[in-house]
């Protein structure tokens, strides 16, 4: 088995694998330490590159973490942008957000599970302003009826995945950001 990996990697990867790392070197949209929001998990950091050898092909490989769900994510460097990958909203994009909290709720009058598929879709799209309209929209003031479970599961999913990203971008921690959050939920309520 050894004998066949050394026979076959001098002709075909090698040349394969040095441009492709010259290449990718200067491609890289992102790099290690790099916070980064990947859709459907939210903000995760960056590790470092690495590359792996899956069905006998080399990849060059993103491994994230994601320290809040103690998950290890293994994207291909070529994948990257087309799964949704992005680098952490801008200021005015979490500013964008945080006021998007201050609107009027837009519930529809569809069926609660059409409801809660839209809200799971924008929960994972990894769009902060999306995340900020199902927080906004499934949020409810002391005065108003309690939450079904599901609501109160989407909302708390949405609550936790904008906060990490506000935390993120801000560079506090995710307690501060939650607070900032219902802050501005109050402000709409009063």
Known sequence: MTAAKTATPPAAPKKAAAPANSNAKTKHEFKANDHVVYPTHGVGKIMKIEEQEVAGMKLELFVITFEKDKMTLRVPTTKAKAVGMRKLSSNDVVTNALNTLKGRARIKRTMWS????????????GDLVAIAEVVRDLHRASGQPEQSY??????????????????????TDEVTAVKRVEGMLMKKAA
């Open 114 to 125: 059409r409801r809660a598929q839209e809200y799971d879709a924008k929960i994972n799209s």
């Open 150 to 171: 599901s609501e109160r599961q989407l909302y708390e999913a949405a609550l936790a995945r904008m906060a990490r990203e506000i935390a993120a971008v801000e560079k």
